[in-house]
């Protein structure tokens, strides 16, 4: 995976699959994209941690005109909102995500990979607008994304 220059990557929480009936076609996933105002640890150093948070504005003023999905970060697209087969939903929680992985072969096979237990965590890339840093706490609160570019299902996260 080529680290775009800019861009952060963030992992997220657990994501599951939306129960379909017997014989259906539909690949369905869901999830929590990002969750708002809850210090998550990068990093550990001599016994200091280091913290993020993401505050519940940061996406006030974000450019989220065409989120894409795909798998860590790369490879083929398997949703993206401008076509509507992915859905982002910003609440006081977070951003919730559902994608439909149905229009693909590459969507068909990783909603397979999720099924199966294989991957089961998400990640989110994005670009910092505004961000403050707590010199007593070791807390960045990012509390303002410049654009969202992808939500992904990830094999390994980034913490």
Known sequence: ????????????????????????????????????????????????EYKEIIDRHAFDECDMSDVIMNYNHGGKVVARLRNKTLSLNITDRGVDMEADLSGTAAGRDLYEEIDGGYIDKMSFSFSVRESKYDNVTHTRTITKIRKLYDVSAVDIPAY
């Open 1 to 48: 995976m080529a680290i775009k220059q800019g861009r952060e990557y963030r992992a997220l929480q657990d994501f599951s699959l939306v129960p379909r009936d017997e014989g259906s076609k539909e690949y369905r996933v869901r999830g929590t994209a990002i969750v708002f105002n809850s210090p998550t640890v990068l990093w550990e150093c001599d016994g200091v």
